[in-house]
């Protein structure tokens, strides 16, 4: 299952979509990330944030995005318990990543991850 939400900012369309990929194998992942994939490639300005179950940031290349918010240069521990970034947030061109941290909560084994961003596309008038 997979969120998805058009916003307009500003007179520019961003998707925004939300979804929970399998923990039980890398290979169930990669058919997620496939689909999703489909669905980007006909989005110009997207969001996608999700509990990723992985921290393999390889995993991530099939979706051929603008840029990851948890890296490998900027790691955020989402989920305590392991010590791992799970969770992430994937960006299309166009986007610039600001203030960036995660949020305990106890209502979640997971630490909400954040980030302020700009997007630096301007509509033609």
């Not at 058919?31 to 489909?38: D, L, P, T, Y």
Request: charged share 20%.
């Amino acid at each position: 299952a997979i969120g998805h939400a058009v916003i307009n900012v500003d007179g520019c369309i961003v998707d925004f979509f939300n979804t929970h990929l399998s923990y039980e194998e890398k290979a169930l992942r990669t058919k997620q990330f496939g689909a999703i994939r489909k669905m980007l490639d006909k989005c110009e300005h997207y969001i996608l944030t999700a509990d990723f179950n992985t921290q393999d940031f390889t995993e991530f290349d099939t979706l051929g995005y603008g840029a990851l918010v948890n890296n490998t240069s900027h790691r955020y521990v989402t989920f305590p318990k392991r010590s791992s970034a799970i969770d992430n947030i994937v960006l299309s061109a166009g986007f610039k990543i600001g203030l960036t941290n995660t949020v305990a909560n106890s209502h979640s084994d997971h630490r909400m991850l954040w980030s302020e961003l700009k997007l630096t596309y301007t509509p033609d008038k």
